[in-house]
């Protein structure tokens, strides 16, 4: 076929290549972040202005751009096995200045979602499942509270699941549909023994 | 007005914090709510949230789920939401929002949700106790401040908005239009001011309490250089006090200024109240009827400026 424009063939087969394909990149994952995040991270195109707002940026390596660009890039590894994945706060500052109009916390999110599903979680974050399944709090109610809940005329169990725990088995088996608590378990006790 | 002088009726959705660490925002929501004219009625059998830094980093479907479980049993009261929690507000509003306007996701939830016999429909609003503190059409600052009995005079006032309850702004729906302003909102210094109070500004207000996402957890020594970096800014302004709207936000600061003491070996002192506890001082409840007493960072100094 006649070419009318850009470089010739064989140049344009190698800035191609350098441009969007590493061995390491896996196009599907850019398609899964993107389907799932119900956001649009194909169209970063760099600014910053999310690093430059992000209160976790300053005292830590981790950047919010260099993972929107893993997301570009496929570079699924390198973003799922980023112990930084973990230090945004999700106070949504990138979001709410992103010039794209991408929602970068909610890219940050499903990435967890899919490190998780490799079982890359930090264990606080299952704790916090394995407290709600107890109890349906993530911090239950204590005697201390208990006691000063009287004294300001409130029940002494508030009127959640802990005043009424025929609510819990509901709650259990909406997490067990997923089989979080089992996950959960299993990779407490892999890491705690 | 009705006779009884209660305009509006919500479901109290409470969370964890708020009735588990700080059980005076409870009874202070409760009380200075009714005098307010809006009337909190229990949401039994409510759970957490769940928490949507741990919940939804882990798997968005349970998080939906489990947030939609606590709509449903609003929607069988026939009753919206109110809740006194910005993470709270993400998790029941945001869901809400989500769940209203995408069909698969809803389809995705009520799947599971029939297997404990519930339907969630999208027939409820959810509303945080801020938002119907400021706006006019439930309550609005005029009222509030009819309402205050003990005014906070000569108290310097500082707020700390924190993040969920309008963040993102794009995603979130106000009727208030000015509570979308995300870079310098006022509107919480008015609600200050309607107490009697002097709403102070520092450096960087909007910056996060540092604890969310799950870094309280992950790496608190990194959530609380995020904390010790406004509380660094509040000092400056030599305020008497910080105000909240999010119990989570709440414990961040008030414990963290003793964690932070711990580990970085600096102090504030700097006592931290839910405006729900602000707005109880300034209707005449005394601190041991707000359990002022439970909170890490003495609220001493301040109460003797005040009262």
Redesign the interface.
């Known amino acids: 076929m006649a070419r009318t424009k850009g470089y010739p063939e064989a140049l344009e087969k190698k800035l191609h290549e350098q441009r969007f394909f590493r061995e390491d990149s896996n196009p599907e994952f850019s398609k899964k972040v993107k389907t799932?995040s119900r956001t649009i991270p194909h169209m970063c195109y760099q600014c910053g202005t999310c690093t430059g707002s992000c209160?976790?940026a300053p005292?830590?390596t981790y950047r919010i751009r260099k993972f929107m660009r893993r997301v570009v890039l496929g570079l699924e590894n390198e973003a799922l096995t980023d112990p930084d994945l973990?230090?945004?706060?999700?106070?949504?500052?990138c979001?709410?200045r992103c010039p794209r109009?991408i929602?970068p916390?909610d890219v940050i999110?499903?990435m967890?979602?899919l490190a998780?599903q490799r079982d890359i979680?930090?264990v606080?974050?299952?704790?916090?499942?394995t407290a709600?399944y107890a109890s349906?709090?993530?911090?239950?109610?204590?005697d201390v509270?208990r006691a000063?809940?009287e004294?300001?005329?409130?029940t002494r169990d508030?009127?959640?699941?802990?005043?009424?725990p025929?609510?819990m088995?509901?709650?259990r088996?909406?997490?067990d549909?997923?089989k979080?608590k089992a996950n959960a378990d299993r990779i407490i006790k892999e890491r705690e023994g | 007005m009705s006779e009884s002088g209660i305009n509006h009726k919500f479901a109290f959705y409470?969370g964890?914090?708020a009735?588990?660490?700080y059980?005076?925002v409870?009874?202070a929501s409760i009380k200075a709510m009714k005098k307010l004219g809006v009337e909190l009625v229990?949401?039994?059998?409510?759970?957490?949230c769940?928490?949507?830094?741990?919940?939804?980093?882990?798997?968005?479907?349970?998080f939906y789920?489990?947030a939609a479980?606590n709509l449903v049993l609003a929607e069988q009261m026939k009753m919206d939401i109110a809740l006194v929690c910005n993470g709270c507000y993400k998790s029941i509003w945001e869901v809400n929002h989500k769940l209203k306007h995408n069909k698969d996701l809803r389809d995705a939830v009520n799947e599971?949700?029939k297997?404990?016999d519930?339907e969630y429909k999208g027939t409820i609003n959810v509303y945080h106790t801020a938002e119907l503190l400021y706006n006019d059409k439930f309550i609005g600052v005029d009222k509030i401040r009819d309402s205050i009995t003990n005014p906070l005079t000569g108290a310097r006032i500082a707020v700390h908005y924190g993040?969920?309850l309008t963040?993102?702004?794009?995603?979130r729906e106000f009727e208030k239009e000015v509570m979308l302003n995300?870079?310098h909102p006022v509107w919480m210094e008015e609600l200050v001011a309607a107490l009697g109070a002097t709403p102070v500004e520092y450096r960087n207000k909007?910056?996060?309490c540092?604890?969310?996402?799950?870094?309280r957890?992950?790496?608190i020594v990194?959530?609380l250089?995020?904390t010790n970096?406004k509380l660094i800014n509040l000092k400056e302004e030599k305020v008497d006090a910080l105000t909240d709207i999010c119990p989570f936000c709440q414990l961040q600061f008030d414990r963290g200024q003793i964690e932070i003491q711990e580990k970085f070996g600096v102090s504030y002192g700097l006592p931290v109240l839910h405006f729900a506890e602000l707005l109880g001082l300034a209707q005449g409840m005394s601190p041991?009827?707000?359990?002022l007493d439970?909170h890490a960072i003495s609220c001493e100094p301040f109460l003797k400026k005040v009262l």
């Open positions: 799932l209160p976790s005292r830590s973990w230090l945004c706060t999700t106070c949504y500052s979001s709410d109009d929602l916390t999110m499903t967890r979602n998780f979680i930090p606080n974050f299952l704790k916090t499942v709600i349906g709090h993530g911090v239950p109610n204590n509270n000063a809940r004294r300001l005329g409130l508030p009127p959640t699941t802990h005043m009424y025929e609510y088995p509901a709650i088996k909406i997490i549909h997923y979080l | 409470l964890c914090i009735p588990n660490r059980p005076g409870e009874s229990p949401l039994k059998g409510a759970s957490c769940p928490a949507p830094g741990a919940f939804g980093s882990i798997d968005q479907s349970v789920a489990m479980r599971v949700l297997e404990v519930m993040c969920h963040k993102p702004h794009k995603d995300t870079e909007m910056q996060c540092g604890a969310g996402g799950g870094v957890g992950y790496d990194h959530a250089d995020i970096e041991q009827d707000l359990g439970l």
